[in-house]
């Protein structure tokens, strides 16, 4: 018999979007599929995900979540099983799922995503009638709380699934001040160091990294990162504490959506062997940006626009990056200091540097079919996905040595170049020398036309798709259930 998974999180494509998170979230029901696992997921009743539900089934009634009733639905993501916590108080809301239009974090984000934990937590052990889990899956702050509530306050009796807590970032952690705590109908001893208390306040990621029975984040090398205080933001020493119950698994790609061949919004397919098709796709993605016509690189960025991913570092390299004969293409959303200054930069080099301000799934698909190399010069990286989606469209990744961009791409040394196994570029250091040596060198290397495409070919054969890593969710889900 298929492993029963209840998947907690805040995000899934293609209901409510805003990093990769929910492009991990989306995806994994299939990928687990595939292993014998089978995924429900449950999302909170945002507006979008409301709309998706519409005919859906009322499963059960909660008289009240920390003081606000709500609904649980029935309906589908993607074919696969979602539960949708219809609770119009806390997410019928215009704006995104954390804060409003401008972007401002609701002030009541605790007790919205305190009360989605406690619904999980029901819904976990049993509570809702026909819905039973051998393993509860929690994604990121969002949902840390859902094994706070099982770990504290279950109902007496109640059957306790084993737990994982997947980290997508540690930059998030779900941090509020410590008088909310006595309003979460947790006992007084979850208020401990090993408990929800962090830091003087309630750490919902802190929680659930406590109650978990293992932890994983998205590639090897951030899960040793995490481990130090540059990376784990004050949770470091809990990681290091819990050390072998943690594990990096990379996140995989969506291959139907994410395909050169039959990608619906690109302006012609091409394969490995076909790469020279891919120059209709940079004369339409150069119309589109409303830049210079001609065979020089054309470097595309697609990003938050924030100090993690090293945006603010990108504007200082811009005049370096024309100079030398590259031109830019960016898409990106998020500080609006970052967002003027880019636009400062285009204004001072038109036709070679042009950027759209915005969140458009279609053109980011565009730009991976005509970049010649993405930029990725990103702080610290869980995993990354854009560089992943380079490498499938021959847009060479040129990322910055950390975390999944570390274990994702293989830089074009001299040893990997001879052995054919090179993928892209890295640079070590996210600041303006290494990051304009690193552009130079892609330029450089641009040049030698068979070595580019060699890089170009070997990217596209990487496999990223999630067989690899759904197996392993798989086998940790087995573990789990097992002991
Ligand atoms: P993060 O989750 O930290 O933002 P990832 O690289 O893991 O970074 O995932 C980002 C996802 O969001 C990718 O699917 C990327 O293509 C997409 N994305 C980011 N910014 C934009 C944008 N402005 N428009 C369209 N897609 C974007």
Same mark, same amino acid.
């Given at each position: 018999m298929s492993l029963q998974v209840l998947s907690v999180a805040s995000e899934a494509v293609p209901l409510v979007k805003t990093g990769g998170l929910a492009d991990v979230v989306g995806a994994l029901p299939a990928a687990l599929d595939a292993q014998g696992v089978r995924v429900t997921t449950l999302l909170p009743g945002y507006p979008s995900v409301m709309a998706a539900a519409k005919r859906a089934k009322v499963l059960h009634s909660f008289d009240s979540l920390l003081g606000e009733p709500a609904r649980l639905l029935s309906a589908k993501l993607n074919g696969h099983p979602l539960l949708v916590l219809d609770a119009p108080a806390y997410?019928?809301?215009?704006?995104g799922p954390y804060g409003d239009a401008s972007g401002k974090d609701w002030p009541d984000n605790w007790r919205r995503f305190a009360a989605f934990g406690r619904a999980a937590a029901d819904i976990a052990s049993g509570q809702v009638k026909g819905q039973t889990f051998d393993l509860i899956h929690a994604h990121d702050w969002q949902a840390g709380m859902a094994l706070a509530y099982l770990r504290f %306050?279950?109902?007496? *009796?109640a059957a306790i699934p084993p737990s994982v807590m997947t980290i997508?970032?540690? %930059?998030?952690?779900g941090y509020f001040p410590a008088n909310v705590f006595s309003k979460l *109908?947790?006992? #007084? #001893?979850?208020? %401990?160091f090993d408990g929800v208390e962090s830091y003087g306040g309630v750490g919902f990621l802190k929680a659930g990294l406590e109650a978990a029975n293992a932890i994983t984040t998205v590639s090897p090398t951030y899960a040793r990162e995490i481990r130090e205080a540059e990376f784990g933001m004050g949770l470091e020493g809990l990681i290091q504490s819990r050390g072998s119950r943690v594990r990096g698994i990379v996140n995989g790609i969506d291959t139907a959506e994410w395909n050169p061949v039959t990608d619906p919004f690109i302006a012609e397919p091409f394969t490995p062997t076909t790469l020279a098709k891919r120059t209709a796709n940079k004369r339409a993605l150069e119309a589109e940006f409303n830049l210079d016509m001609d065979d020089g690189p054309l470097f595309i960025v697609i990003s938050r626009l924030t100090w993690q991913k090293g945006m603010d570092v990108l504007v200082e390299v811009i005049d370096h990056l024309v100079g030398i004969g590259g031109r830019l293409a960016l898409l990106g959303s998020g500080d609006a200091a970052i967002a003027e200054a880019m636009h400062i930069a285009a204004k001072r080099h038109p036709g070679k540097v042009s950027i759209r301000i915005g969140y458009d799934e279609a053109l980011s698909h565009r730009m991976q079919a005509g970049g010649d190399a993405i930029l990725v010069p990103s702080?610290?990286?869980?995993? *990354?996905?854009t560089q992943l989606y380079g490498l499938a469209y021959g847009c060479v990744p040129v990322v910055a040595r950390t975390g999944g961009l570390a274990d994702t791409i293989i830089d074009a040394n001299l040893a990997a170049v001879e052995a054919g196994v090179a993928t892209g570029l890295h640079f070590t250091g996210v600041a303006f020398n290494p990051l304009s040596d690193a552009i130079s060198r892609a330029v450089h290397l641009y040049q030698d036309r068979d070595l580019w495409t060699a890089l170009q070919r070997g990217g596209m054969k990487a496999d990223f798709s999630w067989s690899r890593s759904g197996a392993a969710y798989a086998d940790l889900f087995r573990d789990l259930k097992a002991k």
């Open positions: 997410f019928a809301r215009e704006g %306050a279950s109902p007496k *009796g997508h970032n540690m %930059a998030f952690q *109908g947790l006992p #007084k #001893k979850a208020w %401990a702080r610290f990286e869980p995993c *990354g996905l």
